[in-house]
């Protein structure tokens, strides 16, 4: 199994990449960017899956124990990343036209110059994994002190989110929260500093809902969506209809009807209701599959990583994919409330399909040098015994 995990990977990728170029040539048809006939989301879809597929190759031929060196670089670039989205906030304050960053409904997630735009958060999320796994492959003996085990590493964290939860992005906010804090508990870190961070984290949150009145809405919005379906509820109400008219064997690829202007974003954070309405159960639980499968492939990749650096990274990555997949599934369903997040390779949006496959790449490079190749085979790995604390 250890050998075929990053078949298993594989496979489950390119499954959710083709459902995803299959429903966004079905949903985009209608969309107000998509064109009519022309299809223009699907072309600048398969465009960004171009590229990135090139950056996953480039991360699968690239030694994962480099990003150990290039830790607090790599992290210092998603911080400068993240400021940089702010410049919609400042332009706001003073008066003039942003340059580079974009403000949409709200949320102040995009850079970019024209029609290029690109969302830091998601690369930043990336960023932070290699940081948190580094520090503490660094402070392999110390993650159960106070210090090392939640102050310094909660204060690496504590940045990210708080910068990503200013862009009024409690959704990438609340995943990194997660991720980080999985991280520091495989890492080893005492339960009651995790208590800590997580009643820290939940205030914090709580805080952010009730300063963002339409965030808190959408909370009390699940509690009784029927009764908001004209407003705020709108999209999850339509969702649930969606489900439930796809039945078991769905209405047929290209035959839904709430696509039809019913459901907005359709083609992006709302594809999964689609997925339901035209492939039916068979097509939910076929996309649930692909995603538990890279779950469990993940998962085996990193308990085989050569060392502790790859271990925390490998699950890290993984974690992100799944917990990314499952919040979406729970706001489609209506039992989270609407956070604004991607299907993860199935959802239209470049960002977000280029950090993905970033992520493979990196998972499939952890995998040839903990399983694939024996010992003898890894000279990379050998050289960096000065510098790796494990090895």
């Not at 995803?20 to 209608?30: D, N, Q, V, Y």
Request: net charge positive; aromatic share 12%.
């Amino acid at each position: 199994m250890a050998k075929r995990s990053v078949l298993f990977l594989l496979l489950a990728v390119a499954l959710l990449i083709g459902l995803g170029i299959t429903m966004l040539a079905s949903t985009s048809f209608f969309t107000k960017e998509g064109g009519g006939e022309e299809y223009v989301t699907v072309w600048k879809q398969v465009l960004w899956m171009g590229v990135a597929f090139v950056a996953c190759i480039v991360m699968a031929l690239i030694d994962f124990n480099l990003w150990y060196r290039w830790r607090w670089h790599l992290f210092s670039l998603a911080v400068f990343g993240l400021l940089l989205c702010y410049e919609s906030h400042l332009a706001t304050l003073i008066g003039y036209k942003p340059l580079i960053a974009a403000k949409v409904n709200g949320a102040a997630r995009w850079i970019g110059v024209g029609s290029f735009r690109v969302q830091p958060s998601e690369f930043a999320k990336i960023f932070l994994i290699i940081a948190m796994a580094g520090w503490f492959t660094t402070h392999e003996t110390l993650e159960r002190t106070l210090k090392h085990g939640l102050i310094l590493p909660g204060a690496v964290l504590g940045l990210i989110v708080a910068m990503i939860g200013g862009e009024v992005d409690l959704g990438n906010a609340t995943v990194a929260a997660s991720v980080g804090a999985g991280i520091m508990f495989v890492a080893g870190t005492r339960l009651r500093y995790l208590a800590i961070l997580f009643g820290s984290g939940m205030a914090a949150l709580v805080m952010g809902i009730f300063l963002a009145p339409n965030r808190f809405e959408r909370v009390m919005a699940i509690t009784h969506l029927e009764e908001v379906k004209d407003g705020i509820g709108l999209q999850q109400w339509v969702s649930w209809l969606a489900f439930g008219s796809g039945g078991l064997h769905g209405r047929g690829l290209g035959e839904g009807r709430m696509k039809l202007s019913y459901l907005p974003e359709a083609h992006t954070d709302f594809i999964f209701p689609m997925v339901g309405e035209e492939l039916g159960l068979w097509g939910v639980l076929g996309t649930l599959s692909a995603f538990i499968a890279l779950l469990f492939a993940g998962m085996c990749i990193s308990s085989y990583a050569p060392n502790r650096f790859g271990k925390l990274l490998g699950f890290g990555l993984t974690f992100l994919l799944s917990f990314e997949a499952l919040l979406n599934m729970g706001v489609t369903t209506a039992l989270l409330p609407n956070k604004g997040l991607p299907l993860p390779f199935v959802s239209y949006g470049g960002s977000s399909l280029l950090a993905a496959m970033v992520a493979v790449g990196i998972l499939i490079n952890i995998h040839r040098q903990g399983v694939h190749l024996s010992w003898d085979q890894l000279p990379v790995i050998r050289r960096t015994r000065r510098w790796t604390p494990e090895l």
